[in-house]
């Protein structure tokens, strides 16, 4: 699975749009964007996923760029409950589940 | 239950003695998965069940660590002789499986903290 570069940590206003970006530069035709968080203490989040159509959902949008190599999630309007560790992952849907994680991009949202 | 379950929340052994980590899926997810967490890090992939067969054991460390689940359903993590190494956070996740039905979305528990003194 392709590798993900994301930026360590953010911050945010809350009430603001949360546009949080991954490079994913060599990532294949065949392999998903997948987006999940870490909030403090607990297990990891699905947030949203894509192929290369932009997706949106109740939590948040993804953006995926035409030639795919990378992606902005957006929370439209962040609380101080958004504040989590932001994980961006590629994988090949349907073949093996190992997903690999890198660290993530901390959010902070604050008042 | 609602979500995946797991137990012990926290575990604290001393260097050498034996580890059980169990996980108790969402009801009808056919595939499972273990993942260890470091402080500051990712998860890292462990093992992968399909049903009651390990369909992907590569991320296990060495031959101390092994997981079960004899009835496709609960599975059991199990670290034989532990190090102050394997002190970590370890997250199991279910899924619905393959297929159509697969969004590819895991659904964590909120992990078994495990600390060898």
């Known amino acids: 699975d392709a590798k993900t570069t994301q930026p360590t940590s953010m911050d945010c206003a809350e009430g603001r749009a949360a546009n949080l970006p991954c490079n994913h530069s060599t990532i294949s035709g065949n392999e998903y964007v997948y987006w999940y968080r870490q909030i403090h203490s607990q297990g990891p989040q699905y947030i949203i996923h894509?192929?290369?159509?932009?997706e949106t959902n109740e939590m948040a949008s993804l953006i995926i760029t035409e030639d795919r190599k990378s992606s902005t999630l957006i929370l439209p309007h962040a609380t101080l409950r958004d504040t989590a560790v932001y994980y961006c992952?590629?994988?090949?849907?349907?073949?093996?589940?190992?997903?690999?994680w890198g660290a993530g991009t901390k959010l902070i949202i604050k008042p | 239950g609602a979500g995946v379950s797991q137990t012990p929340s926290n575990k604290v052994t001393e260097k050498g003695k034996y580890v059980e980590l169990r996980c108790d899926p969402i009801s009808g997810h056919t595939a499972l998965y273990w993942y260890r967490q470091s402080l500051g890090q990712g998860p890292e992939f462990l093992i992968y069940?399909?049903?009651?067969?390990?369909?992907?054991d590569s991320g296990l460390p060495n031959d101390r660590f092994f997981a079960v689940r004899p009835e496709g359903s609960v599975s059991t993590l199990k670290i034989q002789r532990t190090e102050r190494g394997d002190s970590a956070v370890y997250l199991c996740?279910?899924?619905?499986?393959?297929?159509?039905?697969?969004?590819?979305?895991?659904?964590f528990g909120e992990g078994s903290r495990l600390t060898v003194l």
């Open positions: 992952i590629v994988r090949v849907d349907g073949s093996n589940y190992q997903l690999i």
């Open positions: 996740a279910s899924s619905l499986g393959r297929g159509l039905v697969n969004t590819g979305e895991l659904f």
């Open positions: 069940f399909q049903g009651t067969g390990a369909a992907d």
């Open positions: 894509g192929l290369k159509n932009n």
